[in-house]
């Protein structure tokens, strides 16, 4: 009988990501109400030290594969070692994140496994002793409750939504002898963006500019007041159609559904296909000329003016109060 | 032409004789602009009125084999689970330029779930030979991008995914994704599953003689059972909801100029919904 509550953490560049800490305090609440234990599948070359940070976030216990072909991530590598693990231990729940890297794991694992996965899940919980997964459906138009009847019942969660929650446990590490698979997939460069770029999948702040913008050019203030916040700079389709803003920065039904805190749609409409992508923001404010743009009816603050003349404005007033 | 068959290979690597055989996986979806309506009992959405569409991202891994085989010569099957209106979406393909279809329709794959839609796919394509099989990253209706990876997993080949340039050369290929602040340019074996994403191309349109041409064009229906698979799913969307409404917003009006509505609207972000 299958049993216990296992992630996969996600480690990159000597330090475990923080959706791994996200998905250790979600399996600690799933584990709990079903009596059980959280395990940990951690996959790398020396990543060992890193192992026992788990525990602080409700991890009993911590399966480290440590093996040269496990670095960089490939995904024949990786799912071939947790696969391995999970087959071993049995567990009834995986929880996998929803990162670029453990969206490609999860959905291998799901071919290796033979079993379902929810994807990019915004909430998970006990029913009845099993797994009920939350998920946006058509970019967030609808959400489904999705039911796994394969085993274990695999979820992805979406990076930035689960709360993480410190609740020190033993953290013991066992270390595992797992395959890594015929090496079919190599990664022969990695191209690192420009450093301090934040990922609009992953941001706390997002602010996105649309075709008011007007040109390329036009981000520059959106930049500026990323910078302060700490934020990401998204774009709609309409200005990554222009060719204003790079395809990894779209926010929206064929880009990246998003959840941050805030949201600063900055010149956008609202495009029905964009709303989706980010209505499960957590506060949202809208600066548009056009006081009947449907992106309105989404914002929490709506400002009706010209955004050449807020945004700076609002850069200024958030200095001001971060100074 | 296999490419795993050694002999064949030795005659002509990647095929410059026949050419490189290249799979398509394609998925009919609702239009982006489509309002997604939840029916009254939460089984699923209502489909009166919805625009169907090819799936966006299928849509670069269709163009990506056109111009695969425009370079390398070969052919294209396109291949579809889907019910009967998913035709529409294989004709539409095959007007692009792809040489013929394989439409799974059975009602049993009507709930399929990512891993039983896999296998049905799967199925399809072990009865036919395959260099290189596209899919799109994900399917802009249940947003699950899982099939192409299970597809590999299934038919024993490796994958990348979320593909945004692609060079193929000999047995091999190069493929650039990207991730969380870089890119990544991965080496793999052929054959292999590639996922499409945004970036790798710009789709073509059908052209009129395409389109009087895909009417001719052969397309297989295959029923689960000619394939072997049940329609097993290993999971289910128990409950379709709405998502949940929005408490309605406020305009901010201040002293009515932009430094005020700026001010005020930052003083908001700080003190009400204390997310800065």
């Not at chain 1, 996965?117 to 138009?141: E, H, W």
């Not at chain 1, 029905?272 to 009947?292: C, P, T, Y």
């Not at chain 2, 239009?31 to 089984?43: L, Y």
């Amino acid at each position: 009988m299958a049993k216990g509550v296992f992630i996969v953490a996600e480690q990159r560049d000597g330090a475990l990501r923080k959706v791994s800490f996200e998905l250790a305090s979600a399996a600690r609440k799933l584990a709990d109400s079903l009596g059980e234990e959280v395990g940990a599948i951690l996959c790398g070359s020396g990543v060992e030290a890193m192992a026992a940070e788990l525990g602080k976030y409700g991890v009993d216990k911590v399966f480290v594969a440590d093996n040269a072909a496990l670095e960089p991530y490939t995904t024949g590598a990786h799912a071939t070692a947790v696969a391995a693990v999970v087959k071993e231990n049995d567990p009834s729940i995986l929880l996998v994140g929803a990162s670029a890297q453990g969206k490609d794991l999860a959905a291998a694992l799901v071919g290796k496994l033979a079993t379902g996965c929810a994807t990019d899940c915004t909430d998970v919980k006990i029913d009845g002793g099993k797994l009920v997964a939350i998920r946006p459906m058509y970019a967030g138009k609808c959400f489904g409750e999705v039911l796994v009847s394969g085993t274990p019942q695999m979820a992805s969660l979406r990076p930035n939504v689960f709360p993480i929650a410190e609740n020190a446990k033993a953290g013991a590490v066992t270390k595992v002898d797992a395959p890594v698979g015929d090496g079919k997939t190599k990664v022969l460069e990695v191209q690192k963006e420009a450093a301090g770029k934040i990922d609009v999948a992953e941001a706390n702040i997002i602010v996105s500019g649309g075709r008011g913008m007007k040109g390329p050019e036009g981000y520059g203030i959106l930049e500026e007041l990323a910078g302060v916040l700490g934020a990401a700079v998204g774009a709609s389709r309409a200005a990554v159609d222009a060719g204003w803003r790079p395809q990894s920065d779209q926010v929206g039904q064929t880009g990246k559904v998003v959840s941050p805190n805030l949201y600063i749609a900055c010149g956008i409409s609202g495009a029905i296909q964009h709303l989706a992508g980010m209505s499960s923001s957590k506060f949202i404010v809208a600066i548009n000329k056009d006081a009947e743009a449907p992106i309105f009816q989404k914002a929490d603050y709506g400002v009706v003016d010209d955004l050449f003349k807020v945004v700076p404005e609002m850069t200024k007033e958030v200095k001001k109060l971060l100074a | 032409m296999m490419l795993n068959d050694a002999v064949v290979l030795d005659v002509a690597p990647f095929g410059k004789e026949d050419g490189v055989n290249i799979v398509a996986c394609v998925k009919q979806v609702p239009d982006t602009e489509a309002q997604i309506k939840v029916k009254g009992d939460g089984s699923g959405i209502e489909e009166g009125g919805i625009k169907w569409v090819m799936n966006p991202y299928d849509e670069f891994g269709v163009e990506e084999a056109l111009k695969l085989k425009e370079k390398m010569g070969g052919d294209v099957t396109i291949v579809s689970v889907g019910p009967a209106r998913a035709m529409e979406t294989i004709r539409t393909a095959l007007a692009m330029g792809a040489d013929k279809g394989i439409h799974i329709d059975d009602p049993a794959l009507c709930e399929a779930d990512a891993y039983a839609t896999a296998e049905a796919l799967a199925a399809a394509i072990k009865g036919i030979p395959y260099d290189i099989v596209f899919c799109g990253q994900r399917a802009i209706d249940d947003d699950s991008g899982q099939i192409g990876s299970i597809l590999a997993e299934l038919l024993g080949i490796p994958q990348v995914t979320m593909v945004t340039k692609l060079e193929v050369a000999g047995t091999a290929a190069k493929a650039t994704r990207p991730i969380e602040g870089a890119q990544l340019v991965i080496e793999t074996a052929l054959p292999a599953v590639i996922t499409a994403t945004k970036g790798l191309n710009e789709p073509r349109y059908a052209s009129l003689p395409g389109i009087m041409k895909a009417k001719k064009k052969p397309v297989d229906v295959k029923k689960a059972a000619d394939l072997g698979v049940a329609g097993a799913s290993k999971s289910k969307v128990a409950k379709f909801v709405p998502p949940p409404a929005r408490p309605p917003g406020k305009i901010i009006c201040a002293d009515d100029t932009p430094e005020g509505k700026a001010a005020e609207v930052v003083k908001l972000l700080r003190e009400e919904a204390k997310v800065i």
